[in-house]
C-alpha cells in the first residue's frame, strides 16, 4: 500500500496515473556548447556557430531589429551629447514598441489565439489568473508591468547613457573603416559574453537575502509565458543589463551597444515562451524557448546559466532533462 493510501487517499485516488512532468521535450540530453570541451574539434565549433545564427535564429532577428534600430528609429549622436528629455524620450518609445511587438506578438500567437495549440510546450499548465502571488493578483499583468515600467526603463536609461558617452568621447567607439573584422566578430562574441556575465549575475541573484527582496519576483513565475523574461526587480534589471558597462572598456560601435541590449532584453521574452519554438507543419522551423532555462524555473537549483559556456557543467549544478540528470539533482538538492 503507498504512503498516499497510509495517509487516507483513496486506493481509487492512488491508482491514478501520475500527471506527465513535461508536454514537450526535445532531444535529450541537453548538449552544451563545443567552445570549451576539449580537444577542439573545429568542424562542431563551426556547426555550432552557424547554427546558432542561420538559417533564421533569434540572433539574426535581433541583430535586423538592431539595424532598423540604428538607421531609422534612433536619435543622431550629435543630439546625444546632452542629457535630454526628447531624444530619451525616443529612444524608451521605441524599446517599448519593439517589446510589445517581439513579448506581445509571441504570446498572441501562443496563449491568445493558439495558432499552435500545444504542440511544442514544455508545460501545458496555464498561465496564473486570480492569485495573490502576482501583482495586480495575475501573472500576466505582472509581467507586463514589470517588464514595461521597470524593464524597458532601465534598458533605455543604460542605452542613453551609453549613447552620452560614445557621443562625448568618453568611451571608446570601434567603427567599420578602421577594423572591419573586430567590427563583425563583436557581434558574434556577445552571445558568449551573455552566457558568461548571465551566470555569473545569476547565481548572485540566488544568494538568499538578494533572491529574498529581489529574484523572487522573477521567480514568481514557475511556468513562463513570452511576458515572463523581462520581468524583474528594478534591482535584478538593474544588475542584468549592466551587461552593456562592458563597453567602457571594450571598443564597440553604437549598433552594437543597441544590439547588446536588445539581446538581453528582446531574447529574454522569447527564451521564456513556453515552448521550444515555432512549429509549422509539424516541423520546427524556428527555435525559440529553451527546456533548459525552462527546467530553472521548475527546479531553481539548476541551469543557472546558458549554454554557450557551460558554467553549470563546470560547477555541479548542469541538468541536461533526462531521469538519470533529474535523479543526480534530487541527490545534490537533499545536500544543500
Request: charged content about 15%; some cysteine; overall charge positive.
Amino acid at each position: 500500500m503507498t504512503e498516499a493510501v497510509n495517509k487516507g487517499a483513496s486506493p481509487a485516488a492512488s491508482s491514478r496515473p501520475k500527471r506527465k512532468q513535461w508536454n514537450y521535450r526535445p532531444e535529450l540530453p541537453l548538449s552544451v556548447s563545443p567552445l570549451f570541451t576539449l580537444p577542439w574539434r573545429p568542424m562542431e565549433i563551426i556547426k555550432w556557430i552557424v547554427g546558432a545564427w542561420f538559417p533564421i535564429s533569434e540572433r539574426l532577428i535581433v541583430l535586423a531589429l538592431s539595424l532598423i534600430s540604428w538607421f531609422f528609429l534612433h536619435p543622431s549622436l550629435e543630439r546625444c551629447k546632452n542629457f535630454e528629455f526628447d531624444w530619451i524620450a525616443q529612444i524608451f518609445l521605441r524599446n517599448l514598441g519593439l517589446l510589445f511587438l517581439v513579448a506581445g506578438g509571441l504570446h498572441l500567437y501562443y496563449y491568445v489565439f493558439r495558432l499552435q495549440g500545444d504542440e511544442g510546450r514544455h508545460d501545458t499548465r496555464p498561465l496564473v489568473k486570480n492569485s495573490r502571488q502576482f501583482t495586480f493578483n495575475n501573472q500576466i499583468h505582472d509581467n507586463m508591468f514589470w517588464s514595461c515600467a521597470s524593464g524597458v526603463t532601465v534598458w533605455t536609461a543604460y542605452e542613453s547613457l551609453m549613447m552620452w558617452a560614445i557621443a562625448n568621447g568618453y568611451a571608446s567607439t570601434l567603427n567599420w573603416s578602421e577594423n572591419p573584422i573586430w567590427f563583425v566578430m563583436l557581434f558574434l562574441l556577445l552571445p558568449a559574453w551573455e552566457s558568461f556575465y548571465f551566470y555569473l549575475v545569476h547565481r548572485f541573484l540566488h544568494w538568499p537575502p538578494l533572491y529574498k527582496i529581489a529574484h523572487a519576483l522573477h521567480h514568481r513565475n514557475n511556468n513562463v509565458g513570452p511576458w515572463s523574461g523581462l520581468s524583474m526587480h528594478p534591482i535584478e534589471h538593474i544588475l542584468y543589463l549592466g551587461t552593456v558597462l562592458i563597453h567602457w572598456v571594450v571598443a564597440a560601435h553604437p549598433l552594437h551597444i543597441i544590439f547588446h541590449l536588445q539581446y538581453f532584453t528582446l531574447t529574454a521574452a522569447t527564451t521564456h515562451t513556453g515552448y521550444s519554438g515555432i512549429f509549422i507543419n509539424g516541423k520546427k522551423r524556428l527555435a525559440l524557448g529553451t527546456f533548459h532555462h525552462q527546467l530553472h524555473h521548475r527546479f531553481y537549483e539548476c541551469n543557472y546559466g546558458g549554454l554557450e559556456v557551460p558554467f553549470d557543467q563546470w560547477f555541479g549544478s548542469f541538468h541536461n532533462g533526462t531521469e538519470e540528470s533529474h535523479r543526480q539533482f534530487l541527490d545534490r538538492r537533499k545536500s544543500f
